[in-house]
């Protein structure tokens, strides 16, 4: 912690909070410039900083230590491979090949599924998406078709060889969610639904973790902090848009936070381009973007007839739209020394 | 749903949207202008706008109807008056007075709760708050009392005759909640914890509903919409500040909120000055603006000695300046026909 | 300056970063933690701390220095009182008396503004506002009556023993303003016009700075900064909104930046309810808030006949209503140890 | 426009409503759903909606129209392409070719520039950019070289047969600025100062319209209104990021700014990477991203020895660390049917 004293800030207020970091367990290394006095406190436990910055006296108090640990680059180097999916079926994310996730925004029947996945697996897809339980911002929206759906999920991928990921609402699912998905997927909606996080710590499944329509970085990574100190390590990112101003597009979809993610982070990041724009002919042009800035993988979402979707049609592509965006990525994503899956 | 046709769209496109809007079960008006068609589409079921959206020739497309029923003002044009807690110590919430509920961030001991009770009941104070669970964004933060918090607050309150509210985390604590507290608070990052919202609508006891920090107003009022399709008609919202990029506060607390509720909701709304600036400093001026806003309480942190709190501290009042406070407001209650309580 | 290095940077990158502030002119002050090197750089001069950033083992560097000083409250710790117009006429902004500063918000004619400013004097209010020129988004708005207009306003106003603000476009019209107007009005989209801010330091007249709608408050004080070094230091702030994610209001108020502005700067502060919120129903809650909060003056728009106002008049309160509005702050203002003006 | 009555509205409010659009001039066809009563009102004048807003029983208007006019891509269907320079040194931008334009962000010296520009003409950049009146927000940055920096910036691109594009800070520089640079910028701050951009109507030259930090796109494209209504359609458009709540980066650079362009208007629309993000790190994703969305060119930030830079070196690219770019990107251009020129 770095206390910034006030210009003009007197003796007795700089000793005052001097002593109250030394009563705090910090050792202090004081700086006097021309203008401020900068304390310098090293070591100590966490304190909410803003007890020391309402002190007389004092401007500004800096945090230093990084609040997450686990979730932070300096703690794996290297980057994290995240390992998905049963012996004989598995596919790795965050390493040399970008993966698509793919499939219907809402399981609606057995045949919609079915259909949609042979198309996935025609093209090459491994993992396939689709939502049984769905958080919808309105009561009198369809919500989803329950544990019925994720078995017809189970059953379409299991068909055609795919893994699966679907969206989990609350710890109480997490036993039903283990019997049929590969994947665990926390909306965002959740990523700050800290009961639900500190159960999914507990698991050893993967974990995909969207970011909150208004959270920053650093929440987002305090979030998948959550899950790994329960021991989980197998955290997957997924930026799908933040909350601006602009209102043209449902989110706006922050592709700075791929190479910001690489940065601060060792865990892989994936974009959702589909619930980031909200409109089919936007989520090529950001699937695009997303690869070419580097982010390890897309979920998208593809609809055999979107204009009979019961959620979500608007944004879903068409088979023929999907086939010509893998085409386009596969030219892509050479220039970032990745390939496609 | 009014559907603006592109200019210049020709009448094969036209029909093609209107024959569309009739299979929906929409029965639709044409207006042909000097620039654009506009087709009203009135009837029909819930529909996806952007299925219309992303027709040949449409330019735009916009909902009518107000995606909220139970809770818009047209369903109960008098407001709303929310009564809280057993005989013989009821309150009335939206009502002439402005009710004040106040107490500590979090639950730390008997003693504390005790305590700052003691003192919020000598300033005339009905209702004591208290965290007992904290949703706390790091996992190295402290996380709360638990059960024996609520049985703390329900003590000391029960001694001094107030009522409690605390926040609830998820569905399964409903009942051991109702064994202690006179309102569940939902916080900010459940105002979309649909599975938690639907379980408060199957109960009988009032709900404060936290607005999400990135929630727009309609957002706010569909979540309200869910505990009332249940059943639960007493839900009391309360603004504690959005997030913008203005960041020497912590949030934004956006006071315009207030007259805006008073317009669309019959639903009484509450103002939390502590979360929503997060500096002791600049509570007392946000509290004073709410209630000359037009606010129907405020929930406000107090804390008989915030320098050892363990959560929060620095956003709590010292029992004198909540003091200074209450005189202040009582000189600004009348200006908008209220009283305080 | 305070460089804070990774975890895990070895001595050579220390000692790198060390060398660079010193040829940089900076003392440095080493502290080193269990996990982090912390420097400390006293001295020196402006330099933009991404160069150091982005040294090999750098994980944050942190500015110290406020880069605003004539602005801030350390400069004048007890506070502007700015006075305005010529003697006998004179008022005194940011002292005890709340001022109203008020009128259409567009000059239509010598007929309309003289009819507003006599309603304006009989409530007491003492400085008159108009716009001459008019800064609209759109080409085909009305752009205003021009210097024909600032010729009507000062002619009402002299009738009626007034002051008058107008916003100025640009610094070629500084000379023709300062004939007309004694309040200098920079509207929210030249906050960052740094060419016009640059002249009107020249002035011998107070400056009226609005906020720009996504100016965060320090860049708002180095544009306050920017009139000052050149020697106007009647700098008179504005709030009038920022742009958030809500868009039930034009824009949201940013009630909380009056105490914050009171705490970081010693200059005057007032806020536009009208521009704030763009709706005659939530002009007077807003400002009796901004009163209730501390702020040192209020600019309204009322009009005579808003329905047929050329401009803006859906903000434009009526007379009866401003009435109301004055009679209601006049009870709030105590609250404050403020009285109206 | 289209006017919604509140659920409940009485025939006397509904027949009130009609009568004050036809007195506006408008034809009005209405619609009777089982909840609402809807006006479409076709015709008309422009007026302001919420004068029609706050008619009793009234409870939302839309706008329809579109508010611009020249600038949309019902205008022209096909597309702008803008040619810029003499002839024999002519380039165009918006057509089959992605246009780099690259250089210093501030002109320093003669020498700087003749390097830089040796550099970009080697890596076969057409367009030199660079700074000689610099919009600071801090009145003690360095304020630019003026006039001198622009004689510098066009002996250096004539020696090596580039172009010349600059910022111009107000309309009363633009003869100096005609006899230099070959595209006038209007940077951000500037997007909505009208007078400049009334008086870049009437010029004969390109111009680059960056877009505000808090300008919607619809705002943005009126701004390119005002200078196409005066006769200049050479207009350019030019994202370089929003503001928003996330910190990290300096802005959010809006992606998808580009495909809403695209479809909304035929102006060409580049990135500016550099001041999108503020950090060299995160300017070649942000330039890959931007390129695989579909931009017509970038403007980038490059500097032979950015740690030497007057300003905003910590964006500058280093020259290799372009060419690695410009490899990448020639990758890329050809998945979206384009090449890098």
Redesign the interface.
């Known amino acids: 912690m770095?206390v910034?004293m006030?210009?003009?800030a007197n003796e007795e207020q700089i000793q005052n909070v001097i002593e109250r970091l030394i009563q705090m367990g910090f050792?202090v290394?004081r700086?006097?410039?021309?203008?401020?006095t900068?304390l310098?406190a090293?070591?100590g436990a966490?304190v909410?900083h803003?007890?020391i910055?309402?002190l007389e006296g004092v401007?500004?108090v800096?945090k230093?230590?990084?609040?997450?640990k686990l979730a932070?680059r300096?703690f794996k180097p290297d980057g994290t491979v995240v390992t998905v999916g049963p012996p004989g079926r598995q596919i790795k994310i965050g390493g040399r090949h970008v993966v698509m996730m793919a499939g219907p925004c809402t399981v609606e029947s057995a045949e919609q599924v079915s259909t949609i996945a042979g198309i996935m697996s025609d093209c090459g897809i491994r993992v396939l998406r689709g939502g049984a339980f769905k958080?919808?911002?309105?009561?009198?929206?369809f919500q989803g078709m329950g544990e019925e759906g994720l078995k017809v999920l189970r059953d379409a991928a299991d068909k055609h060889n795919l893994l699966v990921v679907s969206e989990i609402?609350?710890?109480?699912q997490i036993p039903m969610f283990l019997k049929y998905v590969d994947i665990l997927q926390v909306g965002a909606?959740?990523m700050?639904?800290?009961?639900?996080l500190?159960e999914l710590a507990k698991v050893r499944r993967p974990v995909l973790l969207k970011r909150?329509?208004?959270a920053?970085?650093?929440?987002w990574l305090?979030s998948a902090?959550?899950i790994m100190?329960g021991g989980n390590h197998d955290v997957i990112l997924c930026e799908r848009g933040?909350?601006?101003?602009?209102?043209?597009?449902r989110n706006?979809?922050?592709?700075?936070?791929?190479?910001?993610i690489k940065?601060l982070s060792h865990l892989p990041i994936l974009v959702d381009p589909s619930h980031?724009?909200?409109?089919?002919?936007?989520v090529a042009?950001?699937a695009?973007?997303?690869?070419?800035?580097?982010a390890d993988g897309l979920l998208i979402e593809v609809h055999h007839a979107p204009?009979t979707a019961l959620?979500?049609?608007?944004?879903s592509l068409y088979p023929n739209q999907f086939r010509e965006l893998m085409s386009?990525?596969n030219?892509?994503a050479?220039?970032?020394q990745r390939a496609m899956m």
């Open positions: 770095v910034v006030q210009e003009g050792d290394h700086s006097t410039g021309a203008a401020h900068v310098g090293v070591g966490a909410d803003r007890d910055e309402l401007r500004e800096i230093i230590s990084a609040s997450y932070s300096a958080p919808r911002t309105s009561p009198y929206s609402m609350n710890q109480t909606r959740n700050q639904n800290f009961d639900l500190k909150g329509p208004s920053t970085i650093e929440e305090l902090e959550y100190t933040i909350r601006t101003f602009e209102n043209y597009t706006t979809l922050d592709i700075s936070a791929i190479p910001v940065k980031g724009t909200g409109r089919r002919d936007k042009p950001m695009r973007a997303a690869v070419a800035a580097g204009e959620c979500d049609g608007a944004q386009q990525l030219i892509i050479p220039a970032v």
